[in-house]
């Protein structure tokens, strides 16, 4: 058993059978919405106006197609790793590449309904407008699903680094929990410091 940051109490594989766990629950959201858009992509040849549609938004329409097709299959390749992988005791290996899949196929996504906003927007008729709703809504996206975790995580080792007891206190007792409150030792070790001043 080794502890990692945090302050957990695990092995390797059992990290890697944590963060594998979580990741198969995001996988199901980008999936979800990979597919339902796929679908409905898909069923827009069948309709009068789209044999109406040429030029540019013909060539949109074909690569919103393929980012979903691209984007789809991208996401649900963690289940073929799975498949292929279980018991040859690669996990550790096995969820770093399959992290890297579900970031680029996020991104795909991301693309693929940028697109499919922008041929909404020109069909509809907003002209030029309708390029900067699609890039106000990617900027959008970029923001929540990059920026605002990056944000947070940069936080987090912020204030890591600032708690001057953090490291004098590492070694009298449990670590704190994941909400900053200090273990128990540490509340006592304090309460009889304030004590001893008083």
Known sequence: MTTRPGGRNESVEESADRRW????????IAQTGAQIMFGFL??????DR??????????????IVILGAVATGTLIAPVTYHRILAGQHVKPRMVRAVSRLVGLGVTLLALAIGCALL???RVAGLGWGAWLVAGLVLLWFAS???A???????HRYT????????????GSGP???EDGQPGPSQAQARAGRVGRIR
């Open 21 to 28: 766990t979580d990741l198969v629950q995001e996988v199901r």
């Open 42 to 47: 898909l069923s827009v040849a069948f309709t």
């Open 50 to 63: 789209f044999a109406r549609m040429h030029g540019f938004d013909r060539a949109l329409y074909d690569t």
């Open 119 to 121: 041929l909404l927007m």
């Open 144 to 146: 929540c699903w990059v």
């Open 148 to 154: 605002l975790p990056l944000l947070v995580r940069r």
């Open 159 to 170: 204030r890591t680094d600032a708690r001057p007891d953090a490291r004098s206190d590492a």
């Open 175 to 177: 670590a704190p929990s």
